[in-house]
């Protein structure tokens, strides 16, 4: 295998690395994102029971 070939596997493998761990980090972003709202409204809820 020549150098131009090596050197263009090795760019994919990379490149699909990154990608990959770009969509973990976005799912996880989702998730976090989620749960702030979760704890928001669950926030709410109890400043709402504690005032009546």
Same mark, same amino acid.
Not at 17 to 34: E, F, P, Q, V
């Given at each position: 295998? *020549?150098?131009?070939? +090596?050197?263009?596997? $090795? $760019?994919?493998l990379m490149a699909v $690395? /990154? +990608?990959?761990?770009? #969509? *973990? /980090?976005?799912? #996880?972003?989702?998730?976090?994102?989620?749960n702030t709202v979760n $704890? /928001?409204?669950?926030? #709410?809820?109890?400043?709402?029971?504690?005032?009546?």
């Open positions: 295998m *020549n150098s131009k070939k +090596l050197a263009a596997a $090795a $760019a994919v $690395a /990154t +990608l990959s761990s770009c #969509g *973990n /980090t976005i799912r #996880g972003m989702g998730k976090d994102a989620a $704890a /928001t409204e669950d926030a #709410g809820h109890r400043v709402k029971r504690a005032a009546q």
